[in-house]
């Protein structure tokens, strides 16, 4: 069961962030909705990362490059790609109001995308929040075959790689549970929740957040060691990302 609580026409960042290091987050009941609420789910989805259910398939698809991956070069696009409907999803809860608020979260660091893509077409990806070392995921969606598992892979190997400890999937289904998502209950998840947060947790319910996990790290895994300011990056491929995915910690 999900727990409402109050509904607001306005959202502000510091509001957003604030609720979603105290475990809820906003939901619309469709794309048209004036307004959002809080939600606190009794029952929380969370992908562990060292649990990610990698198939034979995924991982071949992968490994051979299908799809052109980046991060956080389309967030707009994605936000709403997600938030269209689709013969398998005739409605979202993504209204402009969330939609409005993400992308300003997204200009201040926070909120952040995984595309994959077809050659220059957008065919699929997620986004979502990054707090201390948690990341929220909000949503995903898929133009092709596969694309959106194939986000959740590169989601999942950038977050490990950059010493994140939590993946919130927010509710469970029967796509996340999988690629190996969980279900628990909320006592659980805010005690992961706080060890995510960690010092920063005071930061979180005060003033701005200070996000601790690197989501970028992923995007310098073929840099020079040392750094050479001269030297180009090396966007890693689809095999670094299985060999990220199935090495043990």
């Given amino acids: 069961m999900t727990r409402r609580l109050s509904l607001y026409q306005q959202l502000d960042p510091e509001t957003v962030l604030r609720a979603y290091a105290m475990g809820v987050f906003p939901m619309a009941d469709h794309r048209d909705a004036p307004g959002v609420y809080w939600v606190e789910p009794r029952m929380r989805g969370v992908l562990p990362l060292d649990g990610f259910h990698l198939s034979r398939s995924l991982k071949k698809t992968i490994a051979q490059d299908r799809f052109r991956v980046t991060a956080n070069q389309a967030f707009d696009a ?21 939609a409005h608020i993400f992308v300003r979260l997204h200009q201040m660091g ?3 995308s995984v595309e994959c893509w077809d050659g220059d077409r957008l065919v699929g990806g997620l986004y979502g929040l990054a707090l201390g070392r948690a990341f929220f995921g909000e949503s995903m969606v898929s133009r092709a075959t596969d694309a959106s598992k194939v986000a959740l892979a590169w989601l999942v190997a950038r977050l490990r790689l950059g010493g994140f400890s939590l993946l919130d999937c927010q509710f469970q289904t029967d796509h996340l549970r999988s690629m190996g998502a969980v279900e628990i209950r909320r006592d ?3 005690a992961l929740l706080s060890a995510a947060l960690g010092p920063s947790a005071g930061g979180l319910l005060s003033d701005a957040p200070v996000v601790t996990g690197s989501f970028g790290a992923l995007d310098r895994l073929g840099a020079a060691d040392p750094p050479d300011a001269g030297a180009a990056l090396v966007p890693p491929s689809g ?10 910690s």
């Fill in 78 to 98: 994605i936000i709403a790609l997600c938030g269209e409907s689709a013969a398998d999803r005739t409605e979202t809860w993504i209204n402009p109001t969330i």
């Fill in 188 to 190: 659980a998840y805010m």
């Fill in 110 to 112: 926070f909120a952040q």
């Fill in 239 to 248: 095999k670094d990302i299985v060999q990220l995915l199935t090495q043990t």
